[in-house]
């Protein structure tokens, strides 16, 4: 992959809230938000979109502004090289260390258990599938961890680990008490711009998680299980590339990248970029909502900003 840059300055994102439910959260408690009734009293132009003066023209996300997981969202995403198209959406919810989780299920097979909310994003397992070479059986394998550990937010970062579950079907193989450990490198401080078909150019934030699924069974081989399952206890890292108000933006297997092209669901964030050098009250800004100008003084906005010497989260 090409070198990303960090971004200098500080970027701005407008969060349009819905009256029913509030909007997702940063995940960050040192995020400062500025949230009022704004708006213009003269009419700014623009046609279409809500004018009644009482509903907001987009409902708030739900989850963690990171990862939303408002229901009836779906990514799209296309795989590098081979052009494969994708898909992504919640899916059905998990139960795991007493706390429901949602499925987060990718169109090729895939589901990660995710826990989402106002405080961080948390990882709890993968259901995956697996093809043994020698007859053609393809094999689901379903590895829940302990609990979900954080990978964005609240408490994330360092290692991990505890003893979670492996299942695996055809055969309702079922191992209930499997060592794991693994790691989470968080790139805190620092967004960079990735390429969100559709949306553009946006920031985003690089999360690395590596799962050892055996623990020290798995450093030595998995001795007992069968030649064909032992790929299931290697160590595995996936790189994530996540956006405000958007989600995964770009997902990383080893060598196999997927990058988003659309999103069917979410109304586009309003994100805008101010250099080092820009004045204290930049220039105003038109808001606008599916192309109509936001002109109703009572749509609650919610403003997240942060500034420092290398970019903002």
Request: charged share 15%.
């Amino acid at each position: 992959m090409s070198a990303m840059r960090i971004l200098p300055g500080i970027f701005v994102m407008f969060a349009l809230a819905g009256c029913g439910g509030g909007s997702g959260d940063s995940g960050r408690n040192d995020v400062e938000r500025n949230t009022g009734n704004t708006g213009n009293t003269g009419n700014t132009g623009g046609t279409g979109g809500n004018t009644d003066g009482n509903t907001p023209p987009v409902a708030g996300t739900t989850g963690n502004l990171y990862l939303p997981t408002t229901a009836g969202v779906t990514w799209h995403y296309t795989s590098d090289g081979s052009g494969e198209a994708v898909t992504a959406r919640f899916d059905g919810t998990t139960t795991i260390d007493n706390k429901i989780l949602g499925n987060f299920v990718y169109s090729v097979g895939l589901t990660d258990y995710v826990f989402s909310d106002a405080n961080y994003i948390g990882f709890g397992g993968s259901a995956f599938s697996l093809t043994d070479d020698a007859n053609g059986d393809v094999y689901t394998i379903d590895i829940k961890l302990k609990t979900a550990h954080p990978f964005l937010g609240q408490g994330a970062g360092g290692s991990y680990s505890g003893n979670g579950s492996i299942g695996v079907q055809p055969g309702n193989l079922q191992l209930p008490a499997v060592p794991y450990n693994g790691s989470v490198n968080a790139n805190a401080a620092n967004l960079v711009k990735i390429d969100a078909g559709d949306w553009g150019q946006i920031p985003a934030r690089r999360v690395a998680i590596t799962l050892n699924p055996g623990g020290f069974l798995g450093d030595i081989g998995g001795l007992g299980l069968p030649d064909f399952l032992k790929p299931l206890l290697k160590v595995r890292t996936v790189e994530l590339w996540l956006a405000p108000g958007v989600g995964i933006v770009q997902r990383k297997d080893g060598d196999l990248v997927r990058r988003l092209t659309s999103i069917d669901g979410i109304q586009q964030p309003l994100v805008f970029e101010f250099s080092a050098s820009a004045p204290a009250q930049p220039a105003t800004q038109q808001v606008l909502v599916d192309g109509a100008a936001v002109t109703h003084q009572e749509w609650p906005v919610e403003i997240l900003y942060r500034s420092n010497p290398t970019g903002w989260l």
